[in-house]
């Protein structure tokens, strides 16, 4: 199965081309450009110097939340619309799994996902690495890095963390005594290589779904939509 994987949920985008788990090409960019410039250009250069062309494409994969709301809508609209011309399946792939996808390397370890969700929360889940596949311990969530520590605590396993909110959880798990470590750089942050075995993990058990379902995965209200539903709120209470 040829795999093109997005991933646009932070501050990086990156795409891919797997056939099944093998990594045949990746692109990767980190600057101040918008995703909304710079990823559709990047999928369009890494499939011609790759000798690829979108009929080559089993599954199209994108990382569909949690993350930066802006970032998510661009990877699902631009999944969607490579998609959707050539009828192919899509894979919506959790943020958080992926980047653990990352890690399955580590067989037996604890992994501990955590990202910026702001207001002093992370967006985190945790999973276990056994024979090569991430097995999850908690769903993905925004919560406190207070939290999360709580529950590491219970695991009494030293945790690995990634993604950009482990300084935040590390001073937490330190601060208490809790044995942790933090990923290397080049496998800390989200890569497409990560959404797309995901994905696979996600076709192996008949979770695909269509170009015209995929939709992101918030997990939390826009900071807009809070301050709309605040007004309403107080709104009614002085009417009351």
């Not at 062309?53 to 949690?66: E, F, H, K, Q, R």
């Not at 030293?158 to 001073?171: A, F, H, S, T």
Request: charged share 20%; glycine share 6%.
């Amino acid at each position: 199965m040829n795999i093109l994987a997005l991933e646009a949920s932070a501050k990086a985008a990156s795409c891919c081309v797997c056939r099944n788990e093998f990594l045949l090409a990746q692109s990767y960019q980190h600057s101040c450009l918008t995703h909304s410039r710079t990823l559709l250009p990047m999928v369009e250069d890494l499939l011609k110097n790759s000798e690829f062309s979108l009929d080559d494409i089993d599954l199209i994969a994108v990382a569909n939340g949690p993350g930066s709301f802006t970032g998510l809508r661009i990877g699902v609209s631009t999944a969607k619309g490579l998609a959707w011309a050539r009828g192919l399946p899509c894979a919506g792939c959790s943020t958080l799994e992926s980047m653990a996808w990352s890690l399955s390397h580590l067989d037996s370890s604890d992994v501990c996902c955590a990202m910026d969700a702001r207001r002093g929360q992370v967006y985190a889940a945790r999973f276990v690495i056994q024979d090569g596949v991430p097995t999850r311990l908690r769903a993905d969530e925004a919560i406190s890095a207070t939290q999360l520590a709580d529950e590491a605590e219970t695991r009494q396993k030293p945790q690995i963390l990634v993604g950009d909110g482990w300084e935040l959880c590390y001073n937490e798990f330190i601060g208490r005594g809790l044995p942790c470590s933090v990923a290397p750089p080049h496998l800390r942050y989200p890569s497409a290589w990560g959404v797309a075995r995901c994905a696979l993990a996600l076709a192996a058990r008949g979770e695909l779904t269509t170009a015209a379902a995929l939709t992101p995965d918030y997990h939390r209200l826009s900071q807009a939509e809070r301050e709309r539903l605040e007004r309403e709120h107080n709104t009614k209470t002085q009417e009351n």
